[in-house]
């Protein structure tokens, strides 16, 4: 397993997604649609040789922690993302 601070998570907004990039040149994504003030998260992806490791977690984290500052209201259809707001209360809407 690979420690949580080995990967950092990019936003790349020509793209709609936070990414990490992977040692092989893969990538963990957590793709998003902005409008006007609502963030609506549909995907989260791991390539299944990293599944595991918390890479959704951090790639998450980074997508919720630019939301959160931004000051945009989360649409979490994708289900990881969901779940991760659920153990996560820090992230609920005030």
């Not at 601070?5 to 902005?34: C, I, K, M």
């Not at 980074?62 to 969901?82: M, N």
């Amino acid at each position: 397993m690979t420690p949580d601070n080995a990967y950092t998570a990019a936003h790349n907004p020509a793209a709609s997604r936070f990414e990490v990039v992977l040692p092989d040149g893969q990538f963990a994504v957590v793709d998003y649609h902005l409008t006007g003030n609502t963030l609506t998260i549909y995907h989260t992806g791991v390539p299944s040789a990293f599944e595991g490791q918390g890479i959704a977690a951090i790639v998450t984290k980074a997508t919720l922690d630019w939301a959160k500052g931004q000051g945009y209201r989360v649409e979490p259809v994708c289900s990881y993302t969901r779940a991760y707001l659920q153990r996560h209360p820090e992230y609920q809407a005030d």
